[in-house]
């Protein structure tokens, strides 16, 4: 059983939320969530960028309730007046609907009128389902275009991975740095792993705290896991629940899971398997739909005795 719960720990190591490309507007408008009501008066006038932050702000209830219904309306309304931005945004809604086919037609339609996004977003469609050689061309294409710094660390992804290429560290080390350049905080914890990988662990270190400065959960708990087994620091498991607590308070998938292992096992906290259950299961609600084994497991064998 502890060897099944090392290797979750271990795929935490390189498991990091995906990262879709959001239009320039929105990126700058996201945080001022207080601006919803003067982006829904700017809509009312056919502003068009604001229209597609407010459709942002339905998408994820910032400003108001959450309603993804409406955000959809909004996208489809932008789509049906060729913005690519709106069409970008709808295809990442039918995405995450499971609606594939669709969302690949929106992408290249998006890709078509002139979006800076649907490029790279589109690879990481590709690379979701397991179509390295489609994705490894369209972030090319992204870095080429766009000069995504997203595609950039996904291309160093697919080649330190070895997905449909030779395994390249140095090549998955230059797209990293690259990508850093640009202004991506979190390709210094991409390139952290790849050092970790590499065993450099003073160099992977660096990248971590700096990346943890950022603010960046995956960092932490990356951090953390180096604090757990012992390696580059001398093993210190309540320092490795401290950076997994942080990383789970961000809703870092990797800081819930490790953190719910900590729980498990009673390893620097007391055993509780009812807060392990509590911690996958927001882990899942985030996408870790693997976790649900796990969560089943313990509601069976352990939760009356707890």
Not at 283 to 304: P, S, V
Request: with cysteine.
């Amino acid at each position: 059983m502890l060897n099944n719960k090392i290797l979750i720990v271990t795929l935490f190591l390189c498991l990091s939320n995906p990262i879709l490309a959001y239009s320039k507007s929105q990126a700058k408008c996201i945080p001022a969530e207080k601006n919803f009501v003067a982006c829904e008066i700017l809509a009312k006038h056919g502003d068009n960028e604001a229209l597609l932050i407010l459709g942002h702000f339905y998408e994820i209830g910032a400003g108001i309730e959450k309603n993804t219904e409406k955000a959809e309306e909004i996208y489809q309304h932008l789509a049906d007046k060729n913005d690519a931005d709106g069409i970008n945004q709808l295809a990442i809604l039918k995405e995450e609907q499971g609606k594939q086919e669709e969302a690949i037609l929106l992408y290249q339609r998006a890709i078509e009128l002139g979006s800076s996004s649907a490029n790279y977003n589109l690879g990481l469609l590709y690379k979701h389902n397991k179509n390295y050689s489609k994705a490894k061309e369209m972030f090319e294409i992204a870095i080429k275009n766009d000069n995504s710094s997203n595609a950039m660390m996904s291309l160093g992804d697919l080649y330190r991975h070895g997905n449909d290429v030779e395994k390249n560290m140095e090549l998955a080390e230059k797209w990293y740095k690259a990508s850093i350049q640009s202004g991506n905080h979190f390709a210094i914890t991409r390139l952290g792993m790849l050092y970790g990988e590499l065993e450099k662990y003073d160099e992977a270190i660096k990248c971590y705290q700096e990346a943890i400065k950022k603010g960046d959960p995956s960092a932490m708990n990356s951090l953390g896991l180096l604090y757990q087994h012992g390696f580059g620091f001398k093993r210190d498991i309540n320092k490795a629940v401290k950076l997994y607590q942080d990383a789970a308070n961000k809703d870092g998938i990797g800081g819930l899971v490790n953190l719910g292992l900590m729980y498990e096992e009673g390893l620097g906290v007391p055993k509780n398997y009812k807060k392990a259950i509590e911690l996958y299961t927001r882990a899942y609600q985030l996408g870790y739909t693997d976790i649900q084994l796990r969560i089943d497991f313990l509601k069976k064998n352990f939760i009356k005795n707890n």
